[in-house]
């Protein structure tokens, strides 16, 4: 099993910043983690690729929407992956969640394990 835990959401003006953290645990993580990703949902709309990266090259992928203003990261000794956002817009407005995949990148259902989510949400 593998449990995700996100943090670092929360209010924040147009323009400004967020990092958000994903931790891991349980024992399968290590073997069975190809690449963590971020996902998003605004109300009313379908869950959404934003990024993600692989677990042992570091490889890294975004959507277009978020390209040179979305930064992922992981700290692999800590289990952690992060989500490090500026330039917010308020079409960023959403839950935010982490999952692990053991083989896909942008499909929602490539990913097995989910966090719970944590808000983001942007004032104009």
């Known amino acids: 099993q593998v449990q995700l835990v996100e943090s670092g959401g929360g209010l924040v003006q147009a323009g400004g910043s967020l990092r958000l953290s994903c931790a891991a645990s349980?024992?399968?993580?290590?073997?069975?983690?190809?690449?963590m990703g971020w996902f998003r949902q605004a109300p009313g709309k379908e869950r959404e690729f934003v990024s993600a990266?692989?677990?042992?090259?570091?490889?890294?992928y975004y959507a277009d929407s978020v390209k040179g203003r979305f930064t992922i990261s992981r700290d692999n000794a800590k289990n952690t992956v992060y989500l490090q956002m500026n330039s917010l817009k308020p079409e960023d407005t959403a839950v935010y969640y982490c999952?692990?995949?053991?083989?896909?990148?942008?499909?929602?259902?490539?990913?097995?394990?989910w966090g719970q989510g944590t808000q983001v949400t942007v004032s104009s």
């Open positions: 990266i692989t677990w042992s090259r570091g490889n890294t």
């Open positions: 349980g024992r399968a993580f290590s073997t069975y983690t190809y690449a």
């Open positions: 999952a692990a995949s053991s083989s896909g990148l942008y499909d929602p259902r490539e990913y097995a394990y």
